[in-house]
């Protein structure tokens, strides 16, 4: 669990973090999100002590980190950065070996690790594990900064828009393999991004700031439902507001358990906008829909996704 | 369709040195024959030598090798060729010292003792055209450094087995040599240990310096103007602003063995003039460095000095090395001028043979110095090479 | 700031052990040095012979450097001993004008008293050989002519004499070079008679005449340049003193000639027995015939009972 109260940093005269606080939950993926100059990379790298705050405390599980020694600390969380950083004079392996080995793990336990970590990326060990850096394309590069991060089985992932320098594509998948990581882990993950469809995609919660200060922290649902003011608004986007609205919410919580449908039936745990592009693709105005162990749930009717 | 004309050139580098080596050998002379040291000598041209030694086959043998540099320009290029060019050039080079070393003996053996035998204009620019063919023989063939070097010792050791033989002695420069002889040994290790002593400290004081650059701009500010104008003082200038000081110095501190003159002097303005090419190289080294990587290395949990040991100075490693071939070759160049404030060395044979007009005695000590040069830069080459291959790195 | 410091030190103590091992020495050798040219080397090794032979420890510092250097040297008590041209008194003591320079016996007994009164340093009796700018004539010319003095050139140059001189810009310009014989002798060479060579090295000018390029038959020589003898060139005999006279002898510091009396005892006999002749021969031997300068000293020595 991480503790912001009341964190302040300037980089004078400019205020780039006014009086922030927030708690993100042990085990959520909270996404920070704001313009440019908003502080939300500001912020999470106090949580690391690169950058260390002017006023306020930061607490994780309830110890305050500013008594701790900075290095002793980052060697506890993950630390992913836009541009990774992989050391160019090491191999992957060595890379991502990085921390386990500032730690004093034994070789035998670091190259299971590896291994594990190659495997949970993605990446085939016989074609990457003694690659270099230089001989990587910037999707697989990242997907090596990620496994690095995650190296010592830290609590906390601090990430700073890790995935915004890739190709659509490839950014697509990398963050489909986040939240898998996510669910399977359970770490604690501070993302940092100014894509709110990445936020919206990947979060428990989003932490909205602009100008430094705290605008809302809530669920994506929320943020969609009730944003705050005209800054998250513009985030979202006004244009297709609620076409986001449709990837946020699933199709089990919109079914219902009457009326008849045929054809193909669609899962419930997929997102409404894919229930609608069923539904414009078959033209149809219904779909039945079908729980995680493949039994009939229900019909999901097309007005049904038009609330008032 | 016309058929396309046949190519019959096919290498221009190799044609270049081909024709320098067949103008050389009918136009210039290959070696100068004078009465004694002082007067100027008449030149033997190529045909002259080969027509005055004795064993007639060898001295043709040692010529073969050129022919087939004359050849190559004309061959389809090949691996072969390229191996084939390579191995002439060395034979060749080693060849023509042969050659110059047995018309020597045989001139003085009719010829009184003072008959001086040097290298001629033809020689030199023929050597030349063979060491070079040597070297683009292996470019060609795109192997690593470390055989340009093989090629180099390959040269060195067919030329320094026919002075072990003592079939140069007959030779102008060896005589000089042999004139020399005692302190020759302690020249040139009196011109390593200028340049070592020199080396010490520019590294204790240059590479803290270029960290500091590296990390502050006010020092990055203040340190290269003043390095620049340092090293665009005449070296001469240096030593004499030197001497002053020193020598004030020393009469005010005697037991400390410093001095106006001689080693000390020389060893500082070797260091000064060494720390620009080290600081540059160290900052640039250091530059080179992404900021990705730095924040990445911090991110992760490496201490200050973790971070500078285990990813700047490996990063840095290749172009830092690069800076401190130019140091060193710049040294010894250096050194020899060092020889005009009595630091002893190979300059001082040097400047012997310029006050006594003796050329072959300016050579023997330039030759050395020339040597050494090529020597460092090869194996400092050879440790660049070898950095950027253990680093995965570039070097600038 | 701290580093700083460190690395001050640390350069510190390096330079310090750099002077230190340069100040290394044994206390009682006696350092022989002579500068760098081909008499000096001779006439410096044989001081070097001679000690030895007498049993006084000796080091080699020989062909040091050029006057400024030695001079330098022996003034700071880094050398001992090393021969040194009366003449350069002039210099050394700023008094170049004094007319005593011209004239052996004045000239010597001039810097003996400086140097003595001043610096501490005994000038030792001095050998009887000029080696002074002259000027020189091919035989071929010289014979003919009748020509052996200077008053001889000077007349034999106003009558139309085809004289063309290979000298050194400063043997041209320095008042006390050609100038000087020029106004005392009253004869005046036209620019189209003068070859400048660069350098100034005898050799190069005697070269020029002996071989006759350009059409030189003169050149600028010292008193005692070994070709002289070598190439059979005839020297104009400076009959009316026109130059300063160079004699060589050995200069030493007077702290070391005290502890060493003998030094004085060896010495003078030898530089006695070098006259202008005799050191011509030696010097021919050497610069000309291309011998070792070692042998060639050894072999004037013994051959003159100095050296067993």
Known sequence: MIAFEGVTKRFEPWVAVDGVSLTVQAGEFCVLIGPSGSGKSTLMKMVNRLIVPDAGTIRIDGEDIAGLKPEELRRRMGYVIQNVGLFPHWTVERNIATVPALLGWPKARVQDRVAELLDLLKLDPRRFRDAYPHQLSGGQQQRVGVARALAAEPNILLMDEPFSALDPITRGALQAEMAAIHKATRTTIVFVTHDMDEALKLANRIAVLDHGRLIQFGTPLDILTNPANDTVRDLIGREDWGLKLLAVETVGQRVRSDGEAFGQPVPGTAPLRQALAEMVARGTDRLPVVDEQGRPAGVLHLSDLVRP | ?396 | MAKKRAIGAVAALALGILFATGGAQAADTVRVSSKLDAESGLLGTMILQVLEANGIPTENKVQLGPTKIVRSALLAGEIDIYPEYTGNGAFFFNIDSDPAWKNARAGYEKVRQLDQEKNNIVWLKPAPANNTWAIALRRDVASPNKLSTMEDFARWVKDGGKAKIAASAEFVESPAALPSFQSTYGFTLKPEQILVLAGGDTAATIRAAAEGTSGVNTAMVYGTDGAIAALDLAVMQDTKGAQMVYEPAPTVRAAVLEKNPKIREVLDPVFASLDTETLRSLNAKISVEGQDPKQVATTYLKSKGFLK
């Open chain 2, 1 to 396: 369709m016309a058929a396309p004309r046949p190519t019959i050139l096919h290498n221009r580098v190799a044609l270049l040195l081909a024709a320098a080596v067949a103008a050389a050998a009918l136009t210039l002379p290959f070696l100068s024959f004078a009465p004694n040291r002082l007067l100027s000598g008449r030149g033997i041209p190529l045909a002259g030598a080969l027509a005055g030694v004795v064993d007639a086959p060898w001295g043709w043998a040692a010529l073969l090798p050129g022919a087939v540099i004359l050849a190559v320009p004309f061959l389809r290029p090949s691996r072969a060729v390229s191996a084939v060019y390579s191995a002439a050039g060395v034979l060749f080079a080693a060849g023509l010292v042969w050659l110059a070393g047995a018309h020597a003996a045989h001139l003085a053996a009719t010829s009184a003792p003072a008959a001086r035998t040097s290298f001629g204009a033809g020689f030199w620019v023929m050597e030349a055209a063979a060491l070079l063919a040597a070297m683009d023989g292996v470019r060609r063939l795109g192997l690593p450094p470390a055989w340009r070097i093989a090629v180099g010792g390959a040269t060195a050791a067919l030329v320094a087995a026919q002075l072990a033989a003592g079939h140069l002695d007959q030779l102008s420069i060896l005589k000089e040599y042999a004139n020399q002889r005692d302190v020759f040994a302690a020249a040139v290790l009196r011109h390593g240990l200028l340049v070592a002593g020199a080396l010490v400290p520019t590294l204790l004081i240059g590479v803290p310096l270029g960290v500091l650059a590296n990390r502050s701009f006010h020092v990055r500010r203040l340190v290269f103007p003043v390095l620049n104008v340092i090293q665009t003082i005449p070296s001469i200038a240096l030593f004499g602003l030197l001497m002053a000081p020193l020598s004030a110095l020393a009469g005010a501190l005697p037991g400390l063995g410093i001095s106006g003159v001689g080693p000390v002097p020389a060893v500082i303005a070797l260091t000064f003039y060494s720390l620009l090419p080290i600081v540059r190289n160290t900052v640039e080294g250091l530059d080179g460095v992404p900021p990705a990587v730095r924040e990445a290395a911090r991110g992760m949990g490496m201490t200050r000095r973790q971070v500078f040991l285990k990813v700047e100075v490996p990063l840095a490693l290749p172009v830092f090395l690069s800076g401190l071939r130019i140091t060193l070759v710049q040294a010894v160049g250096l050194a020899a001028v060092a020889a005009l404030i009595g630091a002893g060395g190979l300059g001082a044979i040097m400047f012997q043979g310029l006050f006594a007009n003796a050329l072959d005695l300016v050579l023997l000590g330039a030759v050395p110095v020339i040597l050494l040069a090529v020597a460092v830069d090869a194996a400092l080459k050879l440790a660049v090479s070898l950095a950027v291959s253990l680093t995965g790195r570039r070097a600038a």
